[in-house]
Antibody, heavy 118, light 111 residues
């Protein structure tokens, strides 16, 4: 059974950093691209970043470029999102998702809440 | 960025009624490889999104066949033929022909 379990969320002050993790199981992690998607309270879904199978290619939405870094450790079956210079508008639930080449985001984690507030 | 516009934003339905949701893209979603990467997802209240349809019209495993998708280029439609209680929630279209983007969502509620 495919499982994606996010962790690392919480309350953080503006300008500070936070690192999210997503532990994957039930599939060969290194064979799939992965992504982070966020959802602000009562709002819709927004893609944040994606990473290729080996980690050599990364992609970001404009609003997080230069502040967020997506990475992965295939030996640990874990996806990461390093979030620096956090802003109040980054407040959201962050989901990790498996990116299947044809099906798209075919499995999602349960999400982790990030609140940026002083 | 590719903008996906979903209509209507809210849909009121009775059990057994058939409904449709529209998703219009600001750019063609036809990829150079011939595929159109347009998906539909359902997010029930308090849950993570779950995929329903990929490549415009292909049902994900386990998705009931009362769901169907159609369209091409920039205009796409999700149809539910006979709404059931478990279908309530927010529906999103999503494309990844270009950098991934999502529609604004359509909330399906009981009338």
């Amino acid at each position: 059974e495919v499982q994606l379990v996010e962790s690392g969320g919480g309350l953080v002050q503006p300008g500070r950093s936070l690192k999210l993790s997503c532990a994957a199981s039930g599939f060969t992690f290194s064979n799939y691209g992965m992504a982070w998607v966020c959802q602000a309270p009562t709002k819709g879904l927004e893609w944040v970043a994606s990473i290729s199978t080996g980690g050599g290619n990364t992609y970001y939405r404009d609003s997080v470029k230069g502040r967020f870094t997506i990475s992965r450790d295939n030996a640990k079956n874990t996806l990461y999102l390093q979030m620096d210079s956090l802003r109040s508008e980054d407040t959201a639930t962050y989901y990790c998702a498996r990116h299947e080449r044809t099906n798209g985001f075919d499995y999602w984690g349960q999400g982790v809440m990030v609140t940026v507030s002083s | 960025d590719v903008v996906l516009t979903q209509t209507p934003p809210t849909l009121l339905a009775t059990i057994g009624q058939s409904v449709s949701i529209s998703c219009r893209s600001s750019q063609s979603l036809l990829h150079s490889n011939g595929n159109t990467y347009l998906n539909w997802l359902l997010q029930r209240t308090g849950q993570s999104p779950q995929p329903l349809i990929y490549l415009v019209s292909k049902l994900e495993s386990g998705v009931p066949n009362r769901f169907s998708g159609s369209g091409s280029g920039t205009d796409f439609t999700l149809k539910i033929s006979g709404v059931e209680a478990e279908d309530l929630g927010v529906y999103y279209c999503m494309q990844f022909t270009h950098y991934p983007t999502f529609g604004g969502g359509t909330k399906l509620e009981l009338k």
